[in-house]
């Protein structure tokens, strides 16, 4: 079975400033789909970023920015310059024949 | 706004009450999905349908019953729930649902769900 294991349950970053989650998988699929989603308080579920496997360029979307290393099944978001609005829960996610998802990580920005 | 929306946004009810959860997309997607999250623990897929056929059942327990009567909608019925069966039940939606479909999913803002 595929896990997702985020390893940080909460994380803190100041206003402007960079910050990394970490993500980890489990698979011995070759070909497959990773994404990071945003939950906020409101609760919906934003997709962030997607990664597809057969990609070796890392996917990059404004502020954020993925570093993929499909040897070592490492899926990490990199957040620039942090802003208040990017404070929420941010989930890891798998794909290759249905979704699966790490348990996320918190992320707070301090002002 | 994700163009899929989930009814009621807030649920409580007893053990022996019979329940339904709503959702629907504006999407023109043709697989849906409900979720459970649970606090600290991974979302849990429990039910998927594609082109209006279930086609995964992630051992969910019978007193959960999906019904999928178009593309568009998709319910969750209730009923003898248990307290652990508390949580926020997500639907998402897809393009497409199966393997390596190019399956961006767009989340509800789910059901809080109390069973007391």
């Known amino acids: 079975a595929q896990t997702v294991t985020q390893s940080q349950p909460e994380m803190s970053v100041q206003e402007a400033e960079t910050v990394t989650l970490s993500c980890t998988y489990d698979?011995?699929?070759?070909?497959?789909?990773l994404f990071w989603y945003k939950q906020p308080p409101s609760r919906q579920m934003i997709l962030v970023i997607r990664?597809?496997?057969?990609?070796?360029q890392n996917a990059t979307e404004n502020r954020f920015s993925v570093n993929f290393q499909k040897a070592a099944k490492s899926f990490s978001l990199k957040i620039s310059d942090s802003q208040l609005g990017d404070a929420a829960m941010y989930f890891c996610?798998?794909?290759?024949?249905?979704?699966?998802f790490g348990a996320g990580t918190r992320l707070t920005v301090k002002p | 706004e994700t163009g899929v929306t989930q009814t009621p946004r807030h649920l409580v009810m007893g053990m022996t009450n019979k329940k339904s959860l709503k959702c629907e997309q504006h999407?023109?997607?043709?697989?849906m999905y409900w979720y459970k999250q649970s606090a600290k623990k991974p979302l849990e897929l429990m039910f998927v349908?594609?082109?209006?056929?279930?086609?995964e059942n992630n051992s969910v327990p019978s007193r959960f019953s999906p019904e999928c009567p178009n593309s568009s909608h998709l319910f969750l019925h209730l009923h003898t729930l248990q307290p652990e069966d508390s949580a926020l039940y997500l639907c998402?939606?897809?393009?497409?649902?199966?393997?390596?479909?190019?399956?961006?999913?767009?989340f509800g803002a789910g059901t809080r769900l109390s069973v007391l």
């Open positions: 990664q597809e496997a057969y990609k070796q």
């Open positions: 999407l023109g997607h043709n697989a």
């Open positions: 996610a798998y794909h290759n024949n249905d979704m699966r």
């Open positions: 998402a939606s897809s393009q497409e649902g199966g393997k390596l479909a190019k399956n961006i999913q767009y």
């Open positions: 698979t011995s699929e070759s070909d497959y789909y």
């Open positions: 349908y594609n082109f209006k056929e279930q086609t």
